[in-house]
């Protein structure tokens, strides 16, 4: 269809195309092109005011009309999208016809923000064609908050949807796979969900339970879902504003769905929403406590929280073995379910434990008191302010009526951090997350100089799927990297969402990539503004290089036995400089910790330990491990040993932590080779008396 130059110009105005209608920041192209700023804008209030010219108005009234007449014909979504249309009904004074015949494309819940804006003046319509964006410090969630009847009717959507998931299931409504809400209607609950998140309106969980389980199951036993667009849509706005219920209600879904890619997918999606979670600790202390104690019968169920989540069963004072047999036979129900709150508690206190770990690094002070009496405070290591400045650490929460803080090696001495290892060490203690054997970070002066970008992880060549899962199960975000691109950044936000961390990485080769720099930004009124490394707060700067230091130290191709005889000269080189290397924060806090273990153990006779390795005696030959990369030199020519899995320690031993599996790995590796002449297999033999 051809327009008139007037009419493709409102076209290009209403949807942001058009080269000269930038303006004024965050506001929608059209009411910048048609009108004058009379207000707001500037960063500081939103949305800004503007009152278009009555004389332009009146002048596009005949261009907004043919404008109609293009975008509504077709049985479909208009081409720039509804909001548009209804900018354009404003401008022609034609709201009833628009509003008729939009009412035949989509359903209940999107024709119903289609009236609420209808109640609005064309300026504010044309705002909600290009909502504030995300990077913005109040974002879309503040801004549909602040909008005329908003809250109230999302609230509303949200009960229409729980109301029609439950007749799909009562069966008073048929069945069709993927056809429970449309694509209109799936928009308008994710922005429904996005705006009682961000509130935290305590309404929400009974509204999203129901509604999340009923998108996940069909009402029959067809594997397929009512609407896998809305569960993934839910699960996505939750990324910016989690709760505890709304990963409860997202587990439970993957749990009962049928579909076999989507428990994997939600997987996925929920250790970014845990990530999420640390920068809202005050919301992430409502994970249950867990603890359960319940008579079944003549026996009492008791779920412990106290260290690893377990369910015991009890006749009076004596612990049993396993399920009662009578309980098994008279309370199969009560068995399974109590078998279920295990699963469920553990995933708590695991969603608990990595949110109060990612927030370790925050600039404010949560409500930490709430934990007081739970097993996970007990466990961990406090400070304590007991005279203004002076602050004081306990294990647990045992100082009353005093600001309270968790504890970093970062702000503790040598003495301090080495006393605390062995306090952890000494008493068994297993701690959420690993805190006394932390490694530390600081800042170099070299990056003092450097400004506002690190090289200390530049150039390392990471093996690129382990990196993708790793950014996810760390909480950063990162497009796929594709030939069509030469770099890329993986952000994460921290502190409380007042930073942002960013490394920057590009392919290397199609299943390799290579590290840049890391750079940071902080938060202000108008979005992200990059800093020099000199501004990062201590915490923020050694958590974040203590995520990167993990993809290098996980993905790289230095823990790959095959770069050690094949692939080109150029990886071979990069492999034996990381495989052998000087080594990392995170390994010399595993070199602490062997050499705290090796001591009570059988072979700690065989063992010596150097600045990079961990020295096996055997009776055929010398090793050395490193401890690293854990790879294995033979002496006394530096023989590479390939040793592609190592069988258990021949004695259990406690682990302070178990994060990356590397130390677990080289004692492993350790036990094997002291008993070199025991070994069998003879790919290693080989290599051995070879």
């Known amino acids: 269809m051809e327009f008139s130059p007037l009419a493709r110009r409102l076209l290009a105005l209403i949807t942001g195309t058009a080269d000269d209608a930038s303006y004024w920041p965050h506001v929608s192209q059209l009411t910048v092109g048609l009108g004058t700023p009379v207000g707001g804008g500037d960063g500081d209030s939103w949305p800004p005011r503007f009152e278009i010219d009555e004389r332009m108005r009146q002048r596009v009234v005949e261009p907004a009309r043919e404008l109609i007449g293009f975008l509504l014909p077709a049985d479909r979504e208009p081409p720039h999208g509804r909001f548009c249309v209804l900018v354009a009904a404003g401008l022609a004074g034609m709201d009833t016809e628009v509003r008729a015949m939009l009412a035949e494309r989509y359903g209940p819940i999107a ?81 429904a969900v996005r705006l009682a998140l961000f509130r935290d309106d305590d309404r929400l969980p009974g509204l999203l339970d129901p509604l999340v389980r009923g998108i996940a199951v069909a009402p029959t036993q067809a594997r397929t879902l009512p609407s896998q667009r809305l569960l993934f849509e839910i699960a996505r ?5 989690p709760t505890p219920e709304v990963i409860s209600a997202l587990r439970a879904a993957g749990r009962i ?94 969603t608990l434990a990595r949110a109060l770990e990612a927030g370790i690094g925050g600039e404010t002070d949560p409500p930490y008191r709430r934990l007081a009496g739970r097993p996970v405070a007990d466990r961990l290591i406090w400070e304590f302010e007991v005279s203004p400045g002076v602050w004081r650490a306990e294990l647990g929460m045992g100082v009353p009526d005093a600001r309270v803080r968790l504890w970093h090696p970062a702000r503790a001495t040598v003495e301090e951090v080495r006393a605390w290892r062995e306090v952890v060490q000494d008493k068994e203690l297993r701690q959420p997350f690993k805190q006394a054997f932390r490694e530390v970070y600081l800042l170099t002066p070299a990056e003092e100089a450097a400004g506002v970008g690190s090289a200390r992880f530049d150039g390392h060549v990471l093996r690129y799927r ?92 230095a823990v790959d036995p095959r770069f050690a005889e094949a692939g080109p000269d150029a990886l071979r080189d990069t492999w034996r400089s990381g495989a052998f290397g000087a080594l990392p924060p995170s390994a010399e806090v595993r070199r602490d910790a062997l050499a705290r273990l090796i001591g009570r153990t059988a072979i700690a006779g065989r063992c010596t330990m150097t600045d990079r390795f961990l020295v096996v005696r055997g009776d055929l030959r010398t090793y050395k491990i490193h401890l690293g990369s854990a790879n294995v030199l033979m002496e006394p020519n530096d023989a590479y040993l390939c040793i592609v899995t190592g069988r258990e320690p021949g004695t259990r031993l406690f682990l302070p932590f178990e994060e990356d599996g590397q130390l677990a790995l080289i004692l492993s590796k350790a036990f094997l080779l002291a008993d070199d002449t025991a070994i069998t297999d003879p790919s290693i033999t080989h290599q051995i008396r070879g």
């Not at 119903?112 to 064309?122: F, K, N, P, R, T």
């Open 111 to 191: 024709l119903a923000e289609i009236d609420l804006l209808l109640g609005w003046d064309v300026e504010r319509r044309a705002l909600f064609v290009v909502p504030r964006p995300d990077g913005h410090p109040s974002g879309v969630a503040e801004w549909l908050a602040g909008l005329p009847g908003y809250p109230a009717f999302a609230h509303a959507a949200l009960e229409s949807a729980v109301a029609r998931v439950e007749a799909l299931h009562a069966g008073e409504t048929p069945y069709r796979a993927e056809e429970a809400f449309d694509r209109a209607e799936t928009s308008v609950l994710g922005r």
């Open 237 to 241: 706005v939750a990324e910016a504003h």
């Open 257 to 350: 769905t049928r579909h076999g890619g989507v428990p994997g997918q939600l997987d996925r999606s929920l250790k970014r929403i845990e990530a999420a979670l640390a920068n809202r600790l005050e919301v992430a202390f409502r994970v249950p406590d867990g603890r359960v104690r319940q008579a079944v019968g003549d026996h009492t169920a008791v779920i412990s929280t106290d260290g690893e989540v377990e369910l015991s069963w009890w006749q009076g004072d004596k612990r049993l073995r396993s399920v009662p047999a009578a309980v098994r036979r008279e309370h199969p129900d009560e068995v399974k379910r109590l078998r279920e709150l295990v699963r469920q508690t553990r995933q708590q206190q695991a």
């Open 466 to 557: 382990t990196l993708r899962a790793l950014f996810k199960e760390r909480g950063w975000a990162a497009e796929f990297q594709g030939h069509w691109e030469t770099d890329g950044h993986a952000r994460r936000v921290m502190a409380g969402g007042g930073w942002r961390v960013a490394l920057s990485h590009g392919l290397y080769d199609e299943e390799h990539a290579v590290t840049g720099l890391v750079q940071f930004e902080r938060r202000t009124e108008d979005g992200w503004r990059p800093v020099s490394l000199t501004e990062v707060p201590p915490l923020v700067f050694s958590e974040a290089m203590r995520d990167v230091d993990l993809f290098v130290a996980v993905a790289s191709i």
